[in-house]
Structure formats: C-alpha cells, structure tokens
Nanobody, 117 residues
Framework: QVQLSESGGGLVQAGGSLRLSCAFY????????MGWYRQAPGREREMVAR???????NYADSVTGRFTVSRDDANNMAYLQMNNLKVEDTGIYYC???????????WGQGTQVTVSS
C-alpha cells in the first residue's frame, strides 16, 4: 500500500515562490509516475505537473516556464518548485502516484497554497 504526504504550502504574495514536497511511503517508488494536481474553490481538480519514472516532465500550459517538477528516487520524494506565483495558482495542491506496473492510484491529503495580490 502507498501513502503520500504533501508539505510546503502556505501564503505567499504574487511573484513569490514556494516549494512543495511529497513524501512517498511504500515500495518501488521508482516505478511510479508522480503527479501534482490542484483544486481551486468551485473548480475541478486539474493536473499541474507530472514526472515519469525516467524523469520526463509534463506541465499544464498555465504553469509552463514557472513550475518545475522533480523527483529524488533515493529518498522517495517528489517536489514542485513554483516560481512567479500568480493569484490564480491558489488552491489545494495534491500529490499523486500511479504506475502501469501496479494497480491503483494514490493521493495525498493536500496542502493549501494561497497567493495574494
């Protein structure tokens, strides 16, 4: 069984930066696609960034050039570096893990990111 735990959220002014962390508890972290999703009030959850087991990143158009996703397989961690934050980046950010080699998709409890103008 996989458990995920996000940290690093908070309140920041527009233009500022935050780094989110996702701790993976379980086996075989290296086979999982690690994803970052966010949900703003009244809106559906949307994909922000993902990173494959081989390190290939994928970003939503709205964050390309500002956010960077990374992973540390030695320590079972995934990260989301968020720069030049905008008010519209506000939401609850969730970490996810899924793999074609293992059943199920796993989610963390989320961490709140609030960007003020």
């Amino acid at each position: 069984q996989v458990q995920l735990s996000e940290s690093g959220g908070g309140l920041v002014q527009a233009g500022g930066s935050l780094r989110l962390s996702c701790a993976f508890y379980g086996n075989l972290f290296s086979i999982y696609i690690m994803g970052w999703y966010r949900q703003a009030p009244g809106r559906e959850r949307e994909m922000v960034a993902r990173i494959t087991p081989t390190g290939g990143p994928n970003y939503a158009d709205s964050v390309t050039g500002r956010f960077t996703v990374s992973r540390d397989d030695a320590n079972n961690m995934a990260y989301l570096q968020m720069n030049n934050l905008k008010v519209e980046d506000t939401g609850i950010y969730y970490c996810s893990a899924n793999s074609v080699r293992s059943p199920g998709e796993f989610w963390g409890q989320g961490t709140q990111v609030t960007v003020s103008s």
